[in-house]
C-alpha cells in the first residue's frame, strides 16, 4: 500500500496525480482505531531498540502548505515516543545568525544522533521554497542547493540515519476552509496568521517549486511520500505506517550483552559454579 | 610564489616531492621580519572589512604530523586579530555524543558564519587519517568520506566561505628531534605525549592517508597547500601569505551607507541644506 505514495527515483511527477481526499478505499476513521493504536505500539518498541543499540538513528520532515497539517501530525503520531530519545524541531524565519551560515548549517545542527529520532516542523527545504516563490534566490542557485541538499542527505544516511521526508497534500478548497476556521473559532484564532492568507496566492508557485524539490531529491535510500492530508485521520494513519514500516525494516534489536563479564566482575566466574 | 605549494586539482602527487627544508630561496627570517609585520597588519585590514561587510567567511585549516606546528602558527601567524570574528578551533578525540553523530557533525556546526574566520587545528579530516592509518574505516569508506568531503566543502564556499587548507610538511628526523625537546625541556614537557611516539611508526601509512586525502580533495577554488615546516619562520612567513592572498583576493570593502537616511532621521534633510 505504501508503494503508491512513494517516490523513489528522480522522476517528473504531477502533485496533480494525488489526491487530497484519497483514502486508500478505507471508508472512515473506526476502521482503522485498532490498528492505529497497535501502529504507536509497535513504533515505541521500535524506538525502545533504536535507543538502546545507537547504530541507527531517524530523520522524519514533515513539509506542506500552510495548514496542511505539520503539528497535528507530529502531536497525533509521535507525541507518545520516549522524549529521552527523540526531539521535534520547528524551522522558522532564520535568525541573524543562522543566515549567516550556509543554508544547511541550522538543520545539521539538529541533526539526529544515532539513537534518536528527529522530527522537523519544516526543514532546510524551505531554502528552495519560500526563498524560490518570493524571487530571493533565481533558478540556478535553487538547483544548485538542490544538489548540495541531495549530498546532505546521502551523507546523513551514510552515517546511519534513516530520513523519512513526508509531504503533507492539501486542495486549496481545504486551506481555505482551515484559515476560516481559525479566523471563527475564538480557540483557534491564535494560530491564524494573516501572511497565510497572502501566501495562498502563490499557491501555484509553490506547487511548482515543491514538485521541482520533490522530483530532484527523491532517492530510493531517501524518498518522499505524498501523503493525501484532507482528511485529517487517513493523514495520521498514513504517516504512521510510514514511519512505522522504515523502523521495522531497519531490523532492530536489543544489543547483546556479554554476561560474562558481569559474573567475572560480581565474583562469580564459571569455575567457581 | 604561492602556486609552487598550491594544488588545486586533483591530481596525483608525492609528498617526496616537497621539501621540508625549502625556504623558497630566502636566507633566513631577517630578510622577511618587516614584511612579515607589513602583512599582518594587511591581514587585519582584510579582516575588519570582512566582519562590517558580512559577505564573507574564512575557514583556514591546518593538517599535519604531530609536533608539524598547528599550534604555533596559529599563535605567530593570527593571534593579532580581532576575536569578535576570529576563532581558533581544536578538533580532538571525539566526544560520545559527537561519535553518534555523522563525521562532518561537530565541524559543521562551528563552521565560520559570514563575517568571520575559523582556524581549525585538525580538522574533519581526521575522519580519514588517523581512523584509515588505524585501520578503524576500510578504503572504501574513506573514498566515500572524501566524497562527502569534496561536496561539503563545496556547499561552504557556495555559501561564501572560502576554505584554505593548510598541510604542513616536517620530515621524521625533524619531529623526532621536536619530541626530544619536549621530553628534555621542563617548559615544554607538558606538551610530550607517549602516544606521538608510538603515532611515528605509522609516518608511512600517514603519509599515503595524506596523499590520498589532499589528491582527492584539492580542488580550484578550495586548494590545499603544502607548506614546509621544518623552519618555522619559514613556515609562518609562508602561511601569512597564504592567508592574505586568498582575503586580498576578495576584494573585500566596507559597506556603503546611505547617509540621506541619517540626515533624515537628524532632521537635516536635502532641501534645508
Given amino acids: 500500500m505504501l508503494e503508491k505514495y512513494r517516490l523513489n ?9 494525488f489526491d487530497p481526499e484519497d483514502t486508500a478505499g478505507i471508508a472512515g476513521k473506526e476502521d482503522i482505531e485498532a490498528e492505529f493504536e497497535a501502529l504507536k505500539d509497535k513504533l515505541k518498541e521500535h524506538q525502545e531498540k533504536l535507543f538502546a543499540g545507537k547504530t541507527n538513528g531517524v530523520l522524519i520532515l514533515f513539509q506542506g502548505m500552510d495548514c496542511s497539517g505539520k503539528d497535528g501530525v507530529i502531536k497525533k503520531v509521535l507525541a507518545g515516543l520516549n522524549p529521552q530519545g527523540f526531539r521535534a524541531e520547528s524551522f522558522k524565519k532564520p ?9 544547511l548549517w541550522r538543520a545539521h545542527r539538529v541533526a539526529p544522533a544515532k539513537g534518536s529520532i528527529a522530527a522537523f516542523n519544516r526543514s532546510y527545504y524551505e531554502e528552495v521554497l519560500i526563498t524560490r516563490v518570493h524571487d530571493l534566490i533565481d533558478g540556478k542557485e535553487a538547483s544548485k542547493r538542490l ?36 479566523m471563527e473559532n475564538p480557540e483557534k484564532l491564535w494560530k491564524f496568521d494573516p ?5 495562498r496566492q502563490y499557491w501555484k508557485a509553490y506547487t ?6 520533490i522530483k530532484a531529491t527523491s532517492t530510493k535510500r531517501n524518498p518522499w511520500y505524498i501523503v493525501p492530508a484532507n482528511n485529517r485521520w487517513f493523514r495520521d494513519y498514513l504517516v504512521l505506517r510510514i514511519v512505522e514500516s522504515a523502523l521495522d525494516s531497519l531490523d532492530l534489536s536489543y544489543p547483546e550483552v556479554d554476561m560474562s563479564q558481569f559474573r567475572l566482575a560480581a565474583g562469580i566466574n564459571e569455575s567457581s559454579k
Fill in 147 to 182: 544538489k548540495h541538499i541531495g549530498h546532505f542527505e546521502k551523507m546523513l544516511s551514510d552515517g546511519g540515519i534513516t530520513i523519512i521526508k513526508i509531504f503533507l497534500h492539501i486542495s486549496p478548497d481545504f486551506q481555505l476552509r482551515k484559515i476560516q476556521e481559525r
Fill in 95 to 103: 535568525t541573524a545568525d543562522e543566515s549567516a551560515h550556509d543554508f
Fill in 195 to 199: 501572511s497565510d492568507l497572502e501566501e
Fill in 208 to 213: 511548482k517549486a515543491y514538485e521541482h524539490a
Fill in 9 to 17: 527515483e528522480k522522476r517528473s511527477f504531477s502533485l496533480a496525480d
